[in-house]
């Protein structure tokens, strides 16, 4: 009898070594999972800062697309340590002039072209990194785009038996699109559905099966998914009714770079109300027949896409053009106010509008985006306009050298009123 009792003891517990031990890997388990959701949600926001800031990078370079102006930064990390990176892209020169090997080196290959100063802070260079690993690994629209331009002209013309010229060249835009599209997506639904079936579970265990006997596990757990579950609705909440990245087919196939990088032809000329009215204005087909009266051939689309600006001359229909960049109902904004008398560029709300095929909406215009411009833009003729002769205060602190600038913000730009009358 003795020996059954201490059998069965040493049986019971067992059973509880192993209880308490499946317990323990549960714990540890579903700690490392949320770890690495929450790391996988700084890594996805870090590379999405870093997709922004990489803005002033990619006149110069490429990832994947080979060398431009500077290198093809796909593969940097790998082959430079990050502290000489964050020192290199903030100060190239200053390094050049310590006499920096690598430096010097990159500096000569690239013919002595200097890199402007940046003024980026360590975690910010990171992201840009982080960004560009990102890219790196999976492709990029800059390497889909280089190899077209390799192509000789004459074969990326030629239409095939399947497709005219135009149906080619809107085929290949597309695909450029999507594939930025796809660089910009964030899909957080698994890590937000996840988090929300831990919260519970963890909720229902602490209520009515009592597997995890330490309760500061589940208050731990559920912290941790509400904290996850708030910054992605935050996040998809702000997102809601911006439209970066939007790019809709238009009914006729036009291309701003062979228009105005190729023929040199003035924004104004198209958009020419933009310095007198609140709209920019799209050109009417009348417009359009100045030059396409004569010239019936494009050179990327063939005679299709022209074709349709005759046709509608002819039937006297409108060209339903599909507007791009869209503001809220709510918010007033004038062209004639940022183009006439701030002398804003074009480029400095629409993006590079001269190299895009197809028009596509590359700032998110958020009120943040907006407030942030007027913080640093600068009052164009502050104290030469006589219309500015009613700030006496700004005007006596600029002769004092109290102030070095009037910005926008200085003068109500900033005021709720001024967009939300």
Not at 225 to 245: D, F, H, K, M
Not at 267 to 290: Q, T, V
Request: glycine residues 6%; charged residues 25%.
């Amino acid at each position: 009898m003795y020996h059954l009792i201490h059998l069965a003891m040493n049986l019971n517990l067992s059973k509880l070594t192993i209880a308490a031990f499946r317990r323990k890997t549960l714990l540890y388990g579903i700690f490392m999972f949320l770890l690495l959701l929450a790391s996988q949600s700084l890594w996805a926001q870090s590379a999405a800062e870093g997709k922004k800031l990489y803005q002033t990078c990619k006149t110069c370079h490429t990832i994947g697309g080979g060398r431009l102006v500077g290198p093809d930064l796909k593969g940097v990390t790998e082959r430079r340590e990050e502290d000489w990176l964050i020192k290199f892209i903030n100060n190239s020169q200053e390094m050049i002039q310590a006499g920096d090997p690598t430096a010097v080196e990159l500096f000569n290959d690239y013919n002595q072209v200097p890199m402007p100063p940046n003024n980026f802070s360590d975690d910010e260079v990171r992201s840009i990194l982080k960004y560009i690993e990102v890219v790196g690994e999976g492709g990029s629209v800059e390497e889909a785009t280089a190899e077209k331009e390799t192509q000789p002209q004459a074969e990326a013309e030629e239409p095939t038996a399947e497709k005219t010229t135009a149906e080619q060249a809107k085929d290949e835009i597309d695909k450029e699109i999507t594939q930025r599209m796809l660089e910009r997506s964030r899909n957080y639904s698994p890590v937000f559905w996840i988090s929300l079936l831990l919260i519970f579970l963890s909720i229902f265990d602490l209520v009515i099966t009592r597997l995890i006997k330490a309760r500061f596990v589940h208050v731990v757990i559920i912290l941790i998914g509400v904290i996850i579950v708030t910054e992605i609705t935050v996040r998809e909440a702000i997102a809601l009714g911006r439209q970066e990245g939007y790019s809709p087919d238009q009914p006729i196939w036009f291309s701003h770079q062979v228009h105005v990088q190729q023929n040199k032809i003035d924004c104004k000329y198209c958009h020419h109300i933009a310095e007198d009215s609140k709209y920019a204005g799209i050109p009417s087909p009348d417009l359009c027949m100045n030059c396409h009266n004569v010239i019936r051939e494009g050179s990327r689309t063939g005679k299709e896409e022209i074709a349709k600006i005759h046709d509608a001359i002819e039937n006297n229909e409108p060209i339903k053009w599909i507007k791009v960049h869209n503001l809220p109902d709510h918010v007033f904004f004038s062209h004639a106010q940022h183009v006439n008398v701030g002398q804003v560029e074009c480029q400095e709300c629409h993006g590079p509008v001269e190299e895009m095929h197809r028009i596509e909406q590359v700032k998110d215009l958020s009120m943040g985006w907006c407030i942030n411009c007027h913080r640093k833009a600068e009052v164009v003729n502050f104290e030469s306009n006589a219309f500015y002769e009613a700030y006496v205060k700004l005007h006596e602190e600029l002769k004092a050298g109290d102030i070095q600038k009037v910005t926008v913000e200085d003068i109500g730009g900033n005021d709720c009123q001024k967009c939300h009358y």
